[in-house]
């Protein structure tokens, strides 16, 4: 089968990247600003949006701009026989070179299903790892391979790296840093609805399915993004990106995955959510726009792409994806308030 202009657009990229020797976190030089990396997951969205033919240029500006951040050293090979060796390595921020080459020895040896399916459970208790963007991104990479019927080096590669971003940033349930969350979490919303109470919409959707439940948990996570000001637009926006990107690759995974995958998810957007929107105590409201009118749907997603930033490219990608399955009008309203706050002038 001949390339599509998707395929290209993102071997593309992935290329360009590996050229610039691109690490997993944002920096120029050897300066590592500590956010991740988002070029291989923007890059990916927008090729999925028809604009493949944009991708080449939005790679070089984001390297330009952002920064590729400097490649980890090697510290020693990660056993993946021994349970003992990897999972002392988990959440090893510096032994993030050491997990992505065991992930591209795995792939090789054992197809990248295979991988994904042995340590899809080991990784799952850790979905908060780099603010969900281990699971974000190696969803995109899942696509990206998913889409090809050979895969090249670079999109099995991506993978890899998608994978190791996740192990080597692995937050567990009882980590300091996942309770930390938590109580931050719970102090900013006294006197708001429990999980229970705002999820319960997504949870009643688990007799239909996991799937049904996930995407109630992603409009859940939109309507709720829509309440929020200014100050930190970003990191709320994974309650949308997160639970939309476990969907997109529970299809790939055994049918047993999905329920713990689902509760791993819940648990993590309700502490982002609890973090990053108590500020905003009202309740979500009559949105600025009208998530089910066309016109709304097609200019957030041409403006998505005018603005160029990763988050509003992705999370539009999502919305889009994700109505097309599951009509919400929360989801282009969720994605057009990002539109607005990201491509606000600061100050």
């Known amino acids: ?19 610039g020797h691109a690490g997993f976190f944002l920096g120029h030089g050897n300066t590592l600003r500590g956010f991740a990396l988002h070029a291989p997951m923007g890059a990916e969205a ?3 949006l028809g604009h493949g033919d944009l991708v080449p240029g939005w790679v ?18 990660i056993d993946p026989a021994d349970p003992a060796a990897w999972r002392a390595a988990l959440g090893e921020t510096r032994r993030l070179a050491d997990w992505a080459a065991l992930f591209r020895r795995e792939i090789e040896a054992l197809g990248w299903r295979q991988t994904l399916a042995t340590w899809w459970p080991r990784l799952t208790p850790g979905m908060l790892a780099g603010l969900t963007h281990g699971l974000i991104r190696t969803a995109h990479a899942v696509r990206s391979v998913a889409a090809a019927d050979t895969p090249s080096r670079y999109q099995l590669d991506e993978l890899a790296n998608g994978l190791a971003f996740w192990a080597g940033l692995h937050q567990s349930p009882q980590s300091a840093a996942s309770r930390g969350a938590k109580a931050v979490g719970a102090v900013r919303t006294l006197g708001r609805r429990t999980p229970g109470r705002l999820f319960a919409a997504a949870d009643a959707a688990l007799d239909t399915s996991v799937d049904a ?29 997160a639970p939309a990107a476990l969907r997109m690759v529970l299809p790939y995974l055994p049918a047993e995955y999905a329920r713990p995958s689902y ?41 998505a792409v005018e603005l160029g930033d990763e988050h509003a490219i992705k999370v539009s990608e999502a919305a889009r994806r994700e109505y097309a399955d599951h009509p919400d009008p929360r989801l282009f309203a969720a994605a057009h308030h990002a539109c607005d706050l990201l491509g606000a002038p600061p100050g």
């Open 46 to 48: 927008l090729a999925t």
């Open 213 to 241: 439940a996930l995407a109630e948990l992603t409009a859940i996570g939109a309507g709720r993004y829509t309440t929020i000001g200014r100050g930190n637009p970003v990191p709320a926006v994974h309650t949308v990106t």
């Open 1 to 19: 089968m001949a390339e599509t202009q998707y395929d290209i657009a993102v071997n593309e990229a992935l290329e360009r990247l590996d050229r």
């Open 60 to 77: 070089d500006r984001y390297a330009a701009s952002r920064g590729l951040g400097a490649l980890p050293d090697l510290v020693a090979p």
């Open 263 to 303: 509760d791993a998810v819940r648990d993590v957007s309700a502490t982002l959510l609890n973090i990053f929107t108590a500020s905003d105590r009202r309740e979500p409201a009559t949105p600025a726009v009208d998530g089910d009118d066309p016109q709304v749907r097609r200019r957030t997603l041409e403006r």
